[in-house]
């Protein structure tokens, strides 16, 4: 099993190397490269393995975490007015639910129609 492990070892660490996709460099080596992917696969789950067991679990996985920055939502307003007049200034437009609840209470109200 060692021989195997070393020899998938050497085509993976060569595949990162070479700028060709895995399915051409298994072509060029006469190689699955549905093992190829396994290989790659295994490796990388041993290697972290190994990491895990020989360094502190956090400097294992802080290089796995991806930096993400989340945009701020711009602030927006919203003036309704109504055939009466009234006027109505809120900061972000509610969703319809709300906007058709507040046309049926304005409908109700003769004064504001």
């Known amino acids: ?15 990162k ?6 399915s051409q460099y ?6 699955s490269v549905k093992s190829l992917y396994y290989w790659r696969r295994k ?5 972290l393995t190994h990491q895990a067991e020989t360094k502190p679990i956090s400097s294992v996985l802080s290089n ?9 939502p711009r602030q ?3 003036t309704l007015i109504l055939p009466s007049g009234l006027r109505l200034e809120i900061s972000a437009l509610q969703g319809p639910e709300w906007l058709a609840a507040f046309d049926r209470a304005v409908q109700s109200m003769p004064g504001l129609r």
């Open 1 to 15: 099993m060692i021989q195997k492990t070393t020899f998938w070892a050497a085509h993976v660490a060569a595949l």
């Open 17 to 22: 190397l070479e700028a060709t996709t895995a």
């Open 26 to 31: 298994a072509k060029q080596h006469e190689l």
């Open 43 to 47: 490796l990388a789950v041993t290697k």
């Open 64 to 72: 796995k975490f991806v930096a993400l920055q989340v945009a701020t």
């Open 76 to 78: 927006t307003h919203c």
